[in-house]
């Protein structure tokens, strides 16, 4: 029996435009784009030429600081652009399809034969590593580290994102298969909501998850099993990328089609599409986004995601894409004071606290008050469910006190961690951003 | 909309380069006050936020203050009747409702006025200098001060004294969110240690002599009447009884007199989750536990629990030990800040002859203990993890 962790903190945010678990395939987009800042923490070397023929599987960038690390195209065509923004960064490398698929022949392998170095081996040449995150920094795992454990969360309890259950829909054998080969390479550890169908994996410490979001995040399911300490590296990555691992050993091929929830209140009808990684996000939510108001799209969930537009490509951790209004000409008058009951909040001066918990929420992009410094106290706290004082650990990286973010646990923390707090913060604190930078301090200061 | 037309169109004057550029902080404090504001997320984090803001969170503990205000304008004119009409409290034109309440309101309203106009005059300014918005911090603050000064307080004093708080305890620490003492407080300890003839806290000046035009009392000079307070420092019998110290019906400053009002406001606070109810819990608890060791021997006709109805006490526990900037950010530091807030005020005014009143100290003390609280929590955390990481 798997064991039962209670998470009492936290805030479920219940938005209009929940995907309908019905999938279809969407249509092929002509140019997918690979971006390079998906992949956080890494530099990208470029390794194609504009107009170089690619199957899907041959690396479009690599790690510049550890080249084994690869970046594959997720399709076979031809490179029409290496596309760079200032001072020469690479934002994409688009590779313009073909019409018959080919994929990099990398073999069928069974697993259970394998050593943990020929799994890793496997995973670099693949590109597939590239999808490792590692803690601390919330970066682009480094292949020479020897993590602790790696961690999967099977559970997704952000706002309108994509619902394991339907994700994982036919393809629990190559679940099996990639949570087997991580075996190989450190004790795996997956969190799995009540009454999941995944609590009978092998191979793997399974724990159940109960509770509010941000229950279903990767960092707060390791502060409740195994904290990582400082000095310690551990390596997360997602439940569907799990299962591109399982395609590498059982089809021989990178194959990096996800189902994706296209959701949110702007979203005509929302549902899961079948796309690959890198697809426009045109193609996706084409003539399903509503026109009567201004939208934001967003790859990701509201809460964690990042704006986009129809012109972009699907960033290669994405679960899904939502539509929500902008918002930016509401003019709300005498929001201080008025009863706002299309609001949704944790402050009982509104009142979506009486309203019953299965009501939905139209919540547009504004940020609904000024930014202030952090009056009210308890806020962070209330949502934020692990073993960490999240104000106190903020204002240590506002201050750039390097020490004192060590010893309040940065190490254990990632921007996404900081979501459900930013969300409710009366003083509209940008707490991923500052996260984001904290992180990035550290690791420079360290390296 | 017509009122977003005129200010979107007034914007420009108001802005960097416009003709009336120096007020530009002043224009973006009404167009706040008037719509929420439209900006919008940033690409990167969250994409939709809690429609709670400051400013709403900080209103509403303005409204949690009104049966308070409402209260102590009633008691400004029952206290002064009560003093200059010769009647007694039993006897019926002290009853006189609304008139006491235009006559409290009448002696109110320019303390109102002055602490808002000089106290947001600086903020605005302050704002201005440093190119921010305002903060909304002072709309609580600029209301508390007129509450806990004495009734007939002059108003130059009054100025003086807020002006005193935002500058010294509030803007040079840098605002809202940033202050090591409750401004208010500071505002009462400010005239309790310049001006000690105006508050030593065991009398109150009932106002008596520069508004009479509303009932006809024959005009008094200022009569002083002692508070219960007073009574018990100097050893005297409390004439006011329980009934009367809950109800309010008794001299003090304006706001705290009614236990029945500031209760009312504790549970909207409560309600609307803006002040920690740890605080106010512990505050009473630490106050009950004090009053009750250190109760009178029977000589005096008090009971130990009704230290808590008089004074300041009640308005201290809900309205000043309970702002979250100078009070401890974590859930622990908050019971034991409470706590001591409300034995030390007690210690002070029973264990102390010289201050008969003691929860303002108390409160101002604690404040500055506030980080050591929080201190004591986060450490634990840290030798935790630290602990954690040798093994």
Known sequence: MANVIKITKGLNINLKGKAAAQVSAAPASQVYGLVPDAFWGMKPKVVVKEGDEVKAGDALFVNKQHPEVKFVSPVAGKVKLVERGDRRKVLSVQVEAAAQQAYVDFGKKDVKSLSGEQVKEALLESGLFGFFIQRPYAVVADPNDAPKGIFVSAIADMPLAADIDVVMKGNEADFQTGISALAKLAKVYVGVKPDSALANIQDAEVNVFKGKCPAGNVGVQINHINPVNKGEVVWTIGAEEVVFIGRLFNEGKVNLTRTIAVAGSEIKEPQYKQVLVGAKIGDIVAGNVKTDTKVRLIDGNPLTGMKTDENAFLLAHSTEVTAIPEGDEANELFGWIAPRFKNFSVSRSYFSWLLPKSREYVLDARVKGGHRHMIFSGEYDSVFPMDIYPEQLVKAIIAGDIDRMEALGIYEVAPEDFAVAEFVDSSKVELQRIVREGLDMLRKENE | ?391
């Open chain 2, 1 to 391: 909309m017509g009122l977003k037309k005129i200010l979107d169109n007034l914007k420009p004057t108001f802005s960097e380069g416009g003709k009336l550029s120096a007020f530009g902080s002043l224009f973006d404090a009404a167009e706040t006050f008037f719509f929420v504001p439209n900006e919008t997320a940033k690409v990167r984090g969250a994409q939709i936020h809690d429609a709670i803001d400051s400013k709403r969170s900080i209103f509403f503990v303005v409204i949690a203050l009104i049966p308070a205000i409402l209260f102590g304008m009633y008691n400004i004119g029952y206290q002064h009747a009560l003093v200059t009409g010769g009647c007694t409290p039993d006897a019926c034109p002290c009853a006189d409702l609304w008139g006491n309440f235009l006559y409290g309101l009448a002696v109110m309203l320019p303390k109102i006025v002055v602490s808002y106009a000089v106290g947001l005059g600086i903020e605005i300014a302050v704002a201005q200098w440093k190119k921010e918005e305002v903060h909304e911090g002072f709309f609580v603050t600029g209301i508390l001060i007129p509450l806990i000064v004495p009734v007939n307080c002059p108003l130059w004093i009054l100025a003086l004294a807020t002006a005193f708080a935002v500058i010294f305890a509030k803007e040079v620490f840098g605002g809202t969110g940033m202050n090591i003492f409750n401004p208010a407080l500071v505002t009462r300890a400010f005239l309790f240690f310049a001006y000690p003839s105006m508050m030593s806290g065991d009398k109150v000046w009932v106002n008596g002599n520069y508004i009479d035009c509303i009932n006809g009392a024959p005009a008094v000079d200022a009569v002083s009447c002692a508070t219960p307070l007073g009574q018990l420092a100097a050893g005297e019998e409390v004439i006011a009884t329980p009934m009367q110290t809950i109800i309010g019906t008794i001299p003090g400053s304006i706001g705290e007199t009614s236990v029945i009002a500031i209760l009312i406001g504790a549970v909207i606070l409560i309600w609307a989750n803006i002040a920690s109810w740890k605080i106010m819990l512990s505050t009473f608890v630490g106050g009950a536990l004090m009053a009750y060791f250190l109760r009178y021997d029977g000589a005096q006709n008090f009971e130990w629990w009704e230290q808590l109805t008089v004074g300041g006490f009640c308005f201290g526990a809900v309205f000043m030990a309970t702002d979250p900037v100078t009070s401890p950010r974590t859930e622990g530091g908050k019971w034991i800040f409470g706590f001591l807030i409300g034995a030390m005020a007690i210690i002070i005014r029973v264990l102390n002859p010289g201050y008969p009143e003691g929860m303002m100290l108390a409160i101002l003390l604690m404040n500055v203990f506030a980080p050591l609280f929080d201190y004591f929590f986060v450490q634990a955390n840290i030798n935790k993890r630290a602990k954690r990481a040798k093994k």
